[in-house]
């Protein structure tokens, strides 16, 4: 009982130090795991792990091979949520990168290093290649909280993200693919019996996952399930799903999962969000047990395996050589710059499936007497702690040294997407900046995307908007709802996140009749509230430009949107194309110099009266 509620806290903590550090959780989860596990052999009086997660005598959390059921499980909840957030739309824009990425540059690390690790090690070419399936994998909740970190251009970002979500089940059944290899034997019936597993795994877990998917959908939408048992449902069938699979085909669980993730995803499900934080927190706190268990479970003997030469010669050519070779040769060809494809080779850590799946599958050759068996566990550990400590420390620096890092984030964050916001974005977007639409109507999130814009259904109020990568070059915040409570609050919760170069907020009604008090950050003028702009952008859903003679000019046309409703200025434009916002304090503001124009929605200026 010590033991495993000790787990649960060192986790716990674990997560909280990552976060408070800016570091992924992975990093002090292993080290507390390796601490409390072999390095604790070398202090404590009886020589014992304070943490023993195999049944040893009477020490031990778990007997037999039932720590490996528990990884297993856990694993196929972790990859279901992951399926959760994979979004077709998405996947869409990311381009062809991320497809070369997860087929071209899986196989240069599946050959390379299998390839280094035998000649390096003089491992079997089984065993060799067994390992550098299990390091394909990155995996998302290991870069995300990296990218967080680090202001940068969305294309960047969507690469790195989408492919550690997207490679984790094909990194997963490259393993078991080897896996059935060396479980079969040598000659004819070593390929035959391989592809014969490895067709059933496919079929078997493409069927559960899309039958049981819409099978729970169905019972959602009918409201065959309470509220209150919603969640532990799901869990449930994710549970039955990963087992029933498992028995059809041995291994397909985890494709089964995933298939059900990203087919759930991708439906208009009711309480398809909540599903999604009750599996996050869930996944936390499995990672949090998992990554101690599982470096627990390494021995010192496992250590002193790999503390040698040949492990640093290994750990070299993967990050330094193949990572950047299989990068550069997936993005040939693509709009990516030379800076963005040395800093997407540099950014590849490795996460809980490389760890777990290791650690699953190294335990059973071991158990069969495989040779160089024993090398599996440790090795994928170094390459996983590696390259996180790595790249969590150095991500941030080789952003500024290659020049990816956005010193100045001009992306704009408009919170809500009605009509006047869809209008302001696409103009914006049209004129090549980053926009993003957040509200908690489906409906108008939908027509935003309807028109190439980006959006998400999003509540302000409890959703941890920071999470988003997709935020990471926000520098300007402009609150269009016609809530004046939401448009106050947005602009105080995430001004220091997404408003440092300006955040700003339409003015209510009271405001508007009072511009004495204007608030500073109000948003265009002091007469421009929600129902104004509402109408004019009814009446007249177009944005204008008007090229400005002098100061004089400009405050005559101010002067004018005054007393013209239907007339409101929204941006003025330098000659090189660059897009300040105007504020409510309008007549303060003015173009500093010749060729600006004024950006405006509504009616159309009267020339004459001009």
Do not use: C
Not at 282 to 291: E, K, M, P, R, T
Not at 338 to 345: T, V
């Amino acid at each position: 009982m010590l033991e495993l509620a000790g787990i649960i806290i060192l986790g716990i903590i674990a997560q909280w130090v990552a976060w408070r550090l800016k570091l992924p959780a992975i990093l002090p989860l292993i080290l507390i795991g390796l601490l409390v596990g072999p390095v604790a052999t070398l202090f404590t009086e009886d020589g014992e792990k304070l943490i023993e997660p195999i049944w040893n005598g009477e020490k031990g959390l778990f007997p037999g091979e039932s720590l490996y059921y528990f990884v297993s499980l856990a694993i196929s909840i972790i990859l279901f949520e992951g399926g959760l957030t994979l979004k077709r739309s998405e996947i869409k824009n990311v381009g062809p990168v991320i497809t070369k990425l997860i087929t071209v540059g899986t196989l240069v690390t599946f050959i390379g290093a299998g390839v280094v690790t035998h000649f390096v090690f003089g491992l079997s070419w089984q065993i060799s290649f067994l390992f550098s399936a299990l390091i394909i994998v990155t995996g998302p909740t290991v870069i995300s909280p990296i990218l967080r970190n680090i202001p940068l251009k969305k294309d960047i970002s969507a690469v790195l993200k989408w492919e550690g979500i997207l490679i984790d089940p094909i990194g997963a059944l490259v393993a078991v693919l080897v896996f059935e290899f060396i479980s079969v034997g040598e000659g004819e019936a070593f390929t035959k019996t391989a592809f014969v597993e490895f067709g059933k795994i496919l079929l078997f877990g493409t069927t559960f996952g899309f039958t049981f998917a819409h099978a729970l959908a169905f019972a959602i939408r009918k409201n065959f399930i309470p509220h209150y048992l919603l969640n532990v449902v799901s869990l449930s069938v994710v549970l039955l799903v990963y087992v029933e699979a498992d028995i059809f085909a041995h291994e397909s669980g985890l494709l089964a999962v995933v298939v059900m993730g990203m087919v759930m995803g991708n439906m208009n499900l009711p309480n398809l969000k909540e599903l999604l934080y009750f599996k996050e927190s869930l996944s936390v706190l499995l990672i949090s047990i998992l990554f101690i268990l599982l470096s627990a479970n390494i021995n010192i003997s496992d250590l002193e395996l790999i503390y040698n030469w040949q492990t640093a010669v290994l750990f070299a050519v993967i990050v330094f050589i193949i990572r950047p070779l299989g990068v550069f040769l997936s993005t040939q060809g693509s709009s990516l710059k030379l800076n963005e494809k040395l800093f997407i080779g540099w950014v590849g850590p490795r996460g809980i499936v490389a760890a777990g799946i290791a650690s699953l599958f190294g335990s059973k050759l071991l158990l069969r007497g495989e040779p160089g068996a024993e090398y599996i566990t440790p090795l994928v550990f170094m390459i996983v702690l590696g390259t996180v400590l790595l790249n969590a420390t150095t991500a941030r620096l080789f952003a500024k040294v290659v020049g990816v890092f956005l010193s100045k984030s001009e992306g704009i964050l408009i919170i809500g997407a009605s009509k006047v916001s869809r209008l302001i974005g696409s103009y914006l977007h049209k004129n090549n900046r980053h926009v993003v639409l957040i509200d908690n109507n489906a409906n108008n999130v939908e027509k935003a995307k309807s028109i190439g814009l980006e959006a998400m259904v999003a509540n302000i109020y409890s959703d941890p908007l920071t999470d988003n990568i997709e935020l990471n070059d926000m520098g300007y915040l402009m609150a269009l709802t016609g809530n004046s409570d939401i448009n106050k609050f947005a602009i105080d919760k995430f001004r220091k996140q997404f408003g440092e170069n300006g955040a700003y907020r339409i003015v209510n009604s009271e405001e508007m009749n009072d511009p004495q008090n204007n608030p500073k950050e109000g948003l265009f003028s002091h007469t421009d509230d929600f129902i104004r702009l509402t109408d004019a952008v009814r009446k007249y859903p177009a944005v204008h430009e008007i090229e400005l003679e002098d100061k004089a000019h400009y405050d005559r046309l101010i002067d004018i949107t005054e007393r013209d409703r239907d007339i409101i200025p929204v941006f003025l434009k330098d000659p090189e194309g660059s897009i300040q916002i105007i504020p409510a304090t309008s007549k303060a503001f003015a173009p500093s110099g010749d060729g600006h124009k004024l950006v405006y929605i509504g009616k159309m200026f009267d020339v004459d009266a001009t």
